[in-house]
């Protein structure tokens, strides 16, 4: 263990032995939060959101960082990206963590609820809860709410250019960037002007790993075209028995309406909506969000869930 509550955690992969970052920040015996962060090849600092909320309410939770992303090993190797290696990771990292089902929370948010469902699905016998936040179960629904329903609300014109551009392959032109930002970004994906988004947002942006998150999502920011363009697991939501919290919202570039329906496919389901949230509702509906994880976390912990 290094200084303020880092862990560098030894990972076996098909690949050789690498190591991931993690950061325990508070002291609880019965509520560890493991946090699943987005991307995938984002990074854990966005949800520095947490700490002026979880410490005080005694939550204790861990910062990590997936093999790949910024703080941990990042292997230059297209085989180490895929689910099931993932979910080996997280099983890995929760040994190391000493989390067992007393205590294990795990939150996943985007690609991170994509892990956290499929670690729930192979061993939820460890978890005392989950929660799943913005992201759906079907990736193809999201492709379908992203075509029928964000697209036709966004200024018409920017979204040819951006069509335009994806067409032409330039996904690192300027233009292309510049177009999500002011037409999507600042709508879905944090409802704030981007010249006042937080810091550690930036930060994450900056970090992020094309190389993890482009052949996993593929490179268009207004749907997913890579290796997990047909993962769908809404028909096994009925085997997720933990007590799980899903979160959803309104501006999201998910389907809110969808993650509600996720809640009541699992056995013991609660649905946390965000009205005023998108994307990053831990941000931009911060107090619905923050409020509706630590009910969750205790009212599992008192077993009123």
């Known amino acids: 263990m290094l200084d303020d509550g880092v862990k560098l955690i030894p990972i076996d992969t098909p690949k050789g032995n690498f190591r991931v970052w993690t950061r325990r920040v508070g002291s609880n015996p019965r509520i560890k ?17 947490f700490a002026n909320h979880l410490p005080d309410a005694g939550v204790e939770y861990y910062y990590y960082d997936q093999l790949g992303s910024f703080y941990s090993d990042q292997p230059d190797d297209g085989e180490l990206w895929e689910i099931p290696r993932f979910v080996e990771e997280v099983e890995q990292v929760r040994k190391a963590l000493a989390l067992d089902e007393s205590n294990f929370f795990l939150l996943g948010h985007s690609w991170g609820g994509i892990l956290a469902l499929e670690y729930a699905l192979k061993y939820q016998q460890h978890l005392k809860g989950l929660i799943i936040s913005n992201m759906m179960a079907s990736i193809p629904a999201y492709n379908e709410y992203a075509s029928e329903v964000i697209m036709p609300a966004l200024d018409q014109e920017a979204l040819a250019e951006i069509k335009r551009l994806e067409a032409l ?38 970090h992020l790993n094309q190389a993890v998150y482009i052949p996993m999502q593929g490179p268009s920011e207004l749907g997913a075209s890579g290796k997990l363009v047909d993962w769908d697991r809404t028909a096994d939501l009925e085997k997720i ?34 009205p005023d949230g998108s994307h990053l509702s831990m941000y931009d509906d911060q107090q619905t969000y923050v409020e509706g994880v630590i009910s969750f976390l205790s009212d599992v912990d008192a077993g009123r869930l």
């Open 241 to 274: 028995t933990v007590p799980t919290l899903v979160i959803g919202a309104q501006h999201d570039t998910m389907n809110p309406a969808h993650m509600e329906w996720m809640s009541q496919q699992v056995s013991n389901g609660r649905y946390l909506f965000c």
């Open 169 to 206: 392959k330039k996904y690192d032109d300027p233009r292309y960037m510049e177009l999500l930002v002011a037409h999507h970004y600042t709508r879905h994906v944090l409802r704030m002007p981007v010249e006042q988004w937080p810091e550690p947002v930036n930060r994450m942006f900056e």
């Open 33 to 49: 939060l493991l946090l699943l962060h987005g991307g995938p090849g984002g990074t854990h600092e966005y949800f520095e959101a």
